[in-house]
């Protein structure tokens, strides 16, 4: 690896696990967030979702951004965005403050993942493209996992508002290392998408207001009905203008692609399987065994250490075997692990008993997260790339939103905080819907079949079908 291609990797992989991190880093702080600044249930969905769900909607925006003016300048601005947030949410004295600034985070976050994508990708020579891309999946698929155990191990150690505090000094190193040290690019000159970005925006968020509100308003009052009859018919017209959009936010041609398509059902169906039940189980151990933020973390350690050494393998064979089939196997491996733990949950279950599970999960977790990035590339034109990364990862991020949303209305209706007991009640048949969703993901994956990378002409009107 040279010098460039070197500074290109460590930047744009830190970047991608400070902001992958986030996602999920205040789960096993909930509980004392809950008490701290006194917030219902409703309240601390959003401090997930409005990461999240600010992130899925601008992730293509932030793209598009940087095919416009530049992707390195872009990048350094969204970390600029990101760390100002970062402190405004170790600051925030109410839950709605925080819930603010986590979306701010998810709009500096949006911009700098395709954007780390698409400058490594163009920074690699073609030979090693599989293992590079590998190992920045993998790296976010390790960020993702370690967010439990960080945010529980800083909480424990210090307070919560520290699991946002150090963002800030990596991100005031990265934004000026990455105009000094990233060679600046640009993709096809477009403009960016206004109206998709309106209508992706509202009907999104009308949908995921009327999921986290449904259980505590009543889910035939008239603000959910409408939250979520504006929000489908939002999302609607959002695909029709998209087919007739001259410079698309999402352009629908990719799905013209089997493995494009296909990649990113199951991305969906895993994030929303696996964000979901996360952010129970992080409460689990906390809330109905009595364990400490740290304690909880390093009770799903056996989760998230298998991707340090699940990942770099799988993506060093992703070229060789088919991204495919790693991708299938880590879903069902996802899936058998979240059903394994839905059976053997009980306010008394033994830590013990959840050891395996924890750990096939993490393996599956591993094999999806180091190939997907390579196969969703080369689904695509290189020069479609920087879309491409946004639209899958708008997608997956998608995907955790809606989990988060729907197992937690699960959970509400079947059970609650009330007791140990009821929490259970509630996160049992939350666990089995998203080990079915995940599934279902795998079955997905595994009919991507083997690809072979797309290099038409940026002429050509239509992707290859694979």
């Given at each position: 690896?040279?010098?460039?291609?070197?500074?290109?990797?460590?930047?744009?992989?830190?970047?991608?696990?400070?902001?992958?991190?986030?996602?999920?880093?205040?789960?096993?702080?909930?509980?004392?967030?809950?008490?701290?600044?006194?917030?219902?249930?409703?309240?601390?969905?959003?401090?997930?979702?409005?990461?999240?769900?600010?992130?899925?909607?601008?992730?293509?925006?932030?793209?598009?951004?940087?095919?416009?003016?530049?992707?390195?300048?872009?990048?350094?601005?969204?970390?600029?965005?990101?760390?100002?947030?970062?402190?405004?949410?170790?600051l925030a004295p109410t839950i709605g403050a925080l819930d603010a600034a986590r979306a701010i985070q998810g709009l500096g976050g949006a911009i700098v993942m395709p954007l780390s994508l698409t400058i490594l990708s163009a920074a690699v020579p073609a030979e090693r493209r599989g293992l590079a891309l590998g190992a920045w999946g993998g790296i976010s698929g390790l960020a993702v996992a370690f967010g439990p155990?960080?945010?529980?191990?800083?909480?424990?150690?210090?307070?919560?508002?520290?699991?946002?505090?150090?963002?800030?000094?990596?991100?005031?190193?990265?934004?000026?290392?990455?105009?000094?040290?990233?060679?600046?690019?640009?993709?096809?000159?477009?403009?960016?998408?206004?109206?998709?970005?309106?209508?992706?925006?509202?009907g999104l968020f009308g949908v995921v207001w009327g999921l986290v509100r449904g259980n505590s308003v009543g889910w035939g009052s008239p603000e959910i009905l409408v939250a979520l009859v504006a929000g489908g018919a939002a999302v609607v017209l959002f695909v029709l203008w998209e087919l007739r959009a001259p410079h698309p936010m999402l352009p629908l041609r990719f799905f013209r692609s089997r493995a494009f398509?296909?990649?990113?059902?199951?991305?969906?169906?895993?994030?929303?399987?696996?964000?979901?039940?996360?952010?129970?189980?992080?409460?689990?151990?906390?809330?109905?065994?009595?364990?400490?933020?740290?304690?909880?973390?390093?009770?799903?350690?056996?989760?998230?250490?298998?991707?340090?050494?699940?990942?770099?393998?799988?993506?060093?064979?992703?070229?060789?075997?088919?991204?495919?089939?790693?991708?299938?196997?880590?879903?069902?491996?996802?899936?058998?692990?979240?059903?394994?733990?839905?059976?053997?949950?009980?306010?008394?279950?033994?830590?013990?008993?959840?050891?395996?599970?924890?750990?096939?999960?993490?393996?599956?977790?591993?094999?999806?997260?180091?190939?997907?990035?390579?196969?969703?590339?080369?689904?695509?034109?290189?020069?479609?790339?920087?879309?491409?990364?946004?639209?899958?990862?708008?997608?997956?991020?998608?995907?955790?939103?809606?989990?988060?949303?729907?197992?937690?209305?699960?959970?509400?209706?079947?059970?609650?905080?009330?007791?140990?007991?009821?929490?259970?009640?509630?996160?049992?048949?939350?666990?089995?819907?998203?080990?079915?969703?995940?599934?279902?993901?795998?079955?997905?994956?595994?009919?991507?079949?083997?690809?072979?990378?797309?290099?038409?002409?940026?002429?050509?009107?239509?992707?290859?079908?694979?």
């Open positions: 690896m040279n010098h460039k291609v070197g500074w290109t990797f460590a930047i744009s992989s830190l970047a991608v696990f400070m902001v992958t991190l986030d996602n999920l880093v205040v789960t096993t702080a909930v509980p004392v967030i809950r008490e701290d600044l006194h917030a219902g249930i409703a309240g601390l969905e959003w401090t997930v979702n409005a990461y999240t769900l600010v992130f899925a909607v601008l992730l293509l925006t932030g793209a598009a951004l940087g095919d416009r003016f530049g992707r390195r300048l872009m990048f350094s601005i969204g970390l600029g965005i990101f760390t100002v947030a970062s402190a405004g949410a170790a155990l960080v945010g529980g191990a800083v909480v424990d150690g210090i307070s919560w508002h520290w699991i946002f505090w150090l963002n800030v000094p990596i991100g005031l190193v990265l934004a000026p290392l990455a105009m000094v040290r990233l060679d600046e690019s640009r993709g096809p000159a477009s403009s960016v998408d206004v109206p998709g970005l309106v209508l992706a925006s509202g398509t296909l990649s990113s059902v199951a991305s969906l169906l895993m994030s929303f399987g696996m964000f979901g039940s996360v952010f129970l189980l992080a409460q689990f151990f906390q809330t109905v065994q009595g364990y400490s933020p740290l304690g909880s973390g390093l009770r799903i350690l056996p989760w998230t250490a298998m991707p340090m050494i699940v990942a770099p393998i799988a993506g060093a064979m992703s070229d060789r075997i088919g991204g495919h089939r790693l991708l299938g196997a880590g879903l069902a491996l996802q899936a058998i692990g979240l059903g394994w733990i839905a059976a053997v949950s009980t306010p008394t279950t033994p830590y013990i008993d959840l050891v395996l599970p924890f750990s096939i999960s993490g393996i599956g977790m591993g094999l999806f997260f180091a190939p997907v990035a390579n196969v969703v590339l080369s689904s695509v034109r290189p020069e479609e790339e920087g879309q491409a990364s946004g639209a899958n990862n708008a997608i997956r991020e998608l995907g955790g939103v809606l989990g988060v949303a729907v197992l937690v209305a699960i959970f509400s209706h079947y059970g609650g905080y009330a007791s140990g007991q009821t929490f259970t009640d509630g996160l049992v048949p939350s666990v089995w819907v998203g080990a079915v969703i995940v599934a279902v993901g795998s079955i997905a994956a595994f009919g991507i079949g083997r690809q072979r990378r797309t290099h038409a002409p940026a002429v050509t009107p239509a992707l290859e079908s694979v």
